[in-house]
């Protein structure tokens, strides 16, 4: 019986975000034909585009996970979007809100199948980095080393897979009825390249392997240097 009002619950999370996405996007795409239709003045267009921006920024923070990510990859693209629109996203690459210690702390249990107290002497409870996808916390092991931990966001996996989805129905609908100006972004190549380099993020072993690679790789020259990795197991934190 919890576990199917665990289940429950999860769902109806879920169409309340995939719901609150679909509905912003929707009302964006009244506006932008209705700029259209009526023919507005490039001024009226640079507004329109800011609060578009805005009301994005609002809600990517509001609900966080991979929207922030497409934030982010959006927020670089000054050649392909509207710098009205830009400005207003800009700040998605460095201001991303910490998750709640006590859901950390979950997720690293979980994933080491033993308590905090077992690894660590000390740890600190406040994220000294936030983004998209992990999160990283300063700690002291047993043996007095100190170490940075590297953690996945709380059910980023679901949140992905939500947002995925949603997405890929906005695409549909705007490359079949909105009027895009030209030279906009292709937002079927974007939502392809997105997936591909998501996906591999959530795959924190990915990153491990790499930079032990790039240590090897320069293990000898003096001024690289890469510092040694605890053995976290599998692909949520290391």
Known sequence: ?????VNSMKSNSKFRRMWKVLSIAFVIIIQIYWYKYTRKSPEAWEGLWESIGKRIRKTLFELEGLLIKIGQL????SDLLPESFIGQIRDMTDNVPASEWEEIETI??????SS???HFSYIEKEAVASASIGEVYKGVLKDGTEVA?????PNIDSVVETDFRTLKIIIWFVGHLVPMPK???DLKVFFNESKYVIERELDFTKEKNALLFFKKRFKDL???KIRRFENCVPKKCW
Do not use: T
């Not at 019986?1 to 009002?5: D, E, Q, V």
């Not at 931990?149 to 966001?153: A, D, T």
């Open 222 to 224: 003096e001024y690289v």
């Open 183 to 185: 030279g906009f972004v």
């Open 149 to 153: 931990v590297k953690v996945q966001r």
């Open 1 to 5: 019986m919890l576990r199917k009002r």
């Open 74 to 77: 959006l927020s670089i693209r």
């Open 116 to 118: 905090i107290e077992e």
């Open 108 to 113: 690293l249990e979980n994933e080491w199948g």
